[in-house]
Nanobody, 126 residues
Framework: QVHVTESGGGLVQAGGSLRLSCAAS????????MGWFRQAPGKDREFVAA????????EYSDSVRGRFTISRNAAENTMHLQMNVLKSEDTAVYYC???????????????????WGQGTQVTVSS
């Protein structure tokens, strides 16, 4: 069982920035690919960004590419999503997801992830 926890959500004005963090309770955290997904009110959950186990490969949705940056800190067993130039359409609950297949690359597919956090709310006011 892997416990996943997100933090860093909040209320920000359009054009502002937020940094989300994700921690996973697993001794082999540094062998896992991870991803961020989000769900806006009345919409399906959608892919945002993913990072491979080594941190060397990343993938982004078209809607956030160039504004968001995903990264991971092996020493701290954490993953981060730096969100810049936020827009009202970025308002959603953001979820961290973990793929426990060792040495995998990040994926935009929900089905490739085994554990999910409870989510953190991001609200962008226009």
């Amino acid at each position: 069982q892997v416990h996943v926890t997100e933090s860093g959500g909040g209320l920000v004005q359009a054009g502002g920035s937020l940094r989300l963090s994700c921690a996973a309770s697993a001794p082999t955290f540094n062998t896992y690919a991870m991803g961020w997904f989000r769900q806006a009110p009345g919409k399906d959950r959608e892919f945002v960004a993913a990072i491979g186990w080594s941190g060397r490969t990343t993938e982004y949705s078209d809607s956030v590419r160039g504004r968001f940056t995903i990264s991971r800190n092996a020493a701290e067993n954490t993953m981060h999503l730096q969100m810049n130039v936020l827009k009202s359409e970025d308002t959603a609950v953001y979820y961290c997801a973990v793929n426990i297949m060792a040495y995998a690359q990040g994926s935009p597919n929900e089905g490739d992830y085994d554990y999910w956090g409870q989510g953190t709310q991001v609200t962008v006011s226009s």
